[in-house]
C-alpha cells in the first residue's frame, strides 16, 4: 500500500474483507479473535481478501486458517461496514461481506490470531462481548440455517 494511503497506522481507503457464520446443526463456529483490531471480542471467522484473490475463496481460506474447518458457501447474507475512530481520526474502515456457510469436515481449533474457537447457539453469540455490529452479520447468516 501507498505511503499516501496511510494516516495514522490505518488506511484512508476502506479494506475489503470477507466473514463466514458457519452453521453446523443449529450452531455457528465463532472466534475470538487474538490479535488487534478487536482483540478479545467474538465474531465469525474471517479476514482480508487479498489481490487477484476472490471474495469466496477469501473466506473459505480464512476460516481454514483461523479454525482448521472446510464449509461449503450456501448464501451472502450481506456486507457490513465497520468504521471505528480514535481521537477524532479514522482508525479503521473495512467493508466485510457476511457469508454464510455449511460444516463440511474438520475439528475447530484456534488457528491463526485465534485465542479460542466454539459452536454457539446465535443467542450465546449475542450475550458475548462481539465485534461492532455484529448482531447484524448473526441476523444475516441466520437467513441460511439449513435445518439438519
Known sequence: MATSDRIEGSTTRPVLGASIGVWHDDKLLGIERGNEPFKGLWSFPGGTVEAGETVETAVL???REETGIRAE?????GYLDVITNADGHLKHHFVV?????RHVSGEAIAGDGV???KWMKPDEFRALPTT???????????RFLVSP
Not at 97 to 101: C, D, E, R, T, Y
Open 115 to 117: 485465542a479460542s474457537v
Open 73 to 77: 458457501v450456501t448464501g451472502l447474507g
Open 61 to 63: 481460506r480464512e476460516l
Open 132 to 142: 461492532p455490529d455484529f448482531d447484524q452479520a448473526i441476523t444475516m447468516a441466520e
Open 97 to 101: 461481506l457476511i457469508f454464510a456457510g
